[in-house]
């Protein structure tokens, strides 16, 4: 019976370790985000999800929008409505700088002020979490 309780021990550690805090400017935790995509909010309910081929979706499965390769956010009707720059600078769709995800994973901002920390996750999902989910 101990063995059991250590593998299951063992198994909700390595969950726990997968997914990656989303706080706001107070380091207060406002969501998560898990290595398979799954948004959740800070009562671990499903926000949404992030799939693997790009697709953003809301709760209910509903696509409503897509990651390309290149950084460009699109809505569920494939219009550009964002960017998400290698430097982890964010634009808009028409190219104004909305925000900021720093290398440390601080998320600031498009005037460099610290809206939140999403520290060791994709660019890409923490500017999808922050300014399209506003886990803020």
């Known amino acids: ?20 805090t989303i ?9 998560y985000i898990n290595s398979d995509g799954t948004i959740e909010n800070s009562s671990h309910s499903t926000a949404g999800y992030i799939r693997s081929d790009g697709t953003i979706e ?21 219009s550009t409505v964002g960017y998400v720059r290698d430097d982890g600078t964010i634009e808009n769709s028409s190219h104004s700088t909305i925000g900021y995800v720093r290398d ?3 998320v600031e901002d498009s005037s460099h ?9 994709k660019r890409t ?6 300014f399209f989910f506003h886990f803020n």
């Open 1 to 20: 019976m101990g063995k059991i309780t250590v593998l299951i021990a063992i198994l909700a550690l390595s969950l726990t370790i997968k997914a990656q």
């Open 23 to 31: 706080e706001n400017s107070s380091h207060s935790t406002t969501g």
């Open 58 to 78: 809301n709760s209910s499965h509903s696509t409503i929008g897509y990651i390309r390769d290149d950084g460009t956010i699109e809505n569920e009707s494939h």
């Open 104 to 106: 440390d994973g601080t």
């Open 113 to 121: 002020s610290t809206i939140g920390h999403a520290n060791g996750t």
């Open 125 to 130: 999902w923490v500017a999808v979490c922050f």
